[in-house]
């Protein structure tokens, strides 16, 4: 069993969309385990080779428990190789989410007397334990459920990788704003844009005459020479500091011709290079 990751959060963060990404990727996942019942189930687990990654929900139904968090997951980082994962969100965000699938909140009592935000501040209140002892706090207020699942996958990638470093390469475009959780980076829009060329417009930045456009531009190629160099030291660096995930943002205007051009130049160069199988996610690609 190579990793245990503990996912909890508020309601509505988006919890079920996290847990759900990591099953995909091949996590053994249990939702909703009781704080006390966790280290008998991974003691049991770490016999079998099959399993080689753990994911378990903790949420605010197991509130007698959750005071006694911090000691909780002391003790099982001891035994196992265990990250804390909290999802947040705005208030204004949450009350959004459940009116539109008018799910009823956990707590109950006070969401029966209509008064949402009182039961959210609860929730925050009794979680608090949780999220004061997590190793990553992530904020899905500006996350659809798409994006969600990329960043989890992004962050913790499947059980079936080997490589010491999981990396994810996402291009976007700077008017729908900048992706949550990057670690490096990176504005294109000072390269020439290929938006203004009638027949280059249609197209995609994945497109060979879009990327060719793109990547025999002089500025581009100084660019490229500088990034590729930076990206050549880092991920070294990386590895020894013992980061197991790294995500890197290229934004343009649009998201659709530079920034995805660029993303696969990268992409391609990382593989060559470092021999490592980045994943790359266009966001705003069409």
Same mark, same amino acid.
Request: aromatic share 8%; proline share 6%.
């Given at each position: 069993?190579?990793?245990?990751?503990?996912?909890?959060?508020?309601?509505?963060?988006?919890?079920?969309?996290?847990?759900?990404?990591?099953?995909?990727?091949?996590?053994?996942?249990? #939702?909703?385990?009781?704080?006390?019942?966790?280290?008998? =189930?991974?003691?049991?687990?770490?016999?079998?080779?099959?399993?080689?990654?753990?994911?378990?929900?903790?949420?605010?139904?197991?509130?007698?428990?959750?005071?006694?968090?911090?000691?909780?997951?002391?003790?099982?980082?001891?035994?196992?190789?265990?990250?804390?994962?909290? =999802? #947040?969100?705005?208030?204004?965000?949450?009350?959004?989410?459940?009116?539109?699938?008018?799910?009823?909140?956990?707590?109950?009592?006070?969401?029966?007397?209509?008064?949402?935000?009182?039961?959210?501040?609860?929730?925050?209140?009794?979680?608090?334990?949780?999220? #004061?002892?997590?190793?990553?706090?992530?904020?899905?207020?500006?996350?659809?459920?798409?994006?969600?699942?990329?960043?989890?996958?992004?962050?913790?990638?499947?059980?079936?990788?080997?490589?010491?470093?999981?990396?994810?390469?996402?291009?976007?475009?700077?008017?729908?704003?900048?992706?949550?959780?990057?670690? =490096?980076?990176?504005?294109?829009?000072?390269?020439?844009?290929?938006?203004?060329?009638?027949?280059?417009?249609?197209?995609?930045?994945?497109?060979? %005459?879009? %990327?060719?456009?793109?990547?025999?531009?002089?500025?581009?190629?100084?660019?490229?020479?500088?990034?590729?160099?930076?990206?050549?030291?880092?991920?070294?660096?990386?590895?020894?500091?013992?980061?197991?995930?790294?995500?890197?943002?290229?934004?343009?205007?649009?998201?659709?011709?530079? %920034?995805?051009?660029?993303?696969?130049?990268?992409?391609?160069?990382?593989?060559?290079?470092?021999?490592?199988?980045?994943?790359?996610?266009?966001?705003?690609?069409?």
């Amino acid at each position: 069993m190579d990793k245990v990751i503990i996912l909890s959060g508020l309601s509505g963060a988006g919890k079920t969309v996290a847990l759900r990404a990591l099953e995909d990727g091949g996590y053994f996942c249990i #939702d909703n385990l009781p704080l006390t019942l966790i280290d008998p =189930l991974l003691s049991t687990l770490k016999e079998r080779k099959n399993i080689k990654g753990v994911g378990i929900g903790v949420d605010v139904r197991e509130k007698e428990f959750l005071t006694d968090a911090y000691q909780i997951f002391s003790d099982l980082k001891r035994k196992y190789k265990v990250e804390i994962l909290f =999802l #947040d969100a705005e208030e204004g965000v949450i009350i959004r989410r459940y009116k539109e699938t008018r799910r009823p909140h956990p707590m109950f009592s006070l969401y029966r007397e209509g008064d949402l935000p009182r039961a959210i501040e609860e929730e925050k209140a009794l979680l608090s334990p949780v999220r #004061d002892a997590s190793d990553r706090i992530i904020d899905t207020s500006t996350l659809t459920p798409h994006q969600l699942r990329h960043t989890i996958i992004s962050a913790y990638g499947t059980m079936e990788e080997t490589q010491p470093l999981n990396l994810s390469i996402i291009s976007f475009g700077y008017k729908f704003g900048v992706p949550q959780n990057l670690d =490096l980076l990176f504005d294109v829009r000072f390269l020439p844009n290929p938006n203004f060329i009638p027949e280059l417009k249609p197209l995609k930045g994945t497109d060979t %005459s879009v %990327s060719g456009f793109v990547l025999q531009n002089e500025e581009t190629g100084k660019f490229l020479a500088h990034l590729k160099g930076l990206i050549d030291f880092l991920i070294p660096q990386y590895i020894k500091e013992g980061r197991t995930y790294l995500t890197i943002g290229i934004g343009c205007t649009g998201g659709r011709h530079r %920034s995805p051009a660029i993303a696969e130049e990268i992409s391609s160069h990382i593989k060559n290079q470092n021999n490592m199988r980045p994943k790359v996610i266009h966001r705003d690609m069409e």
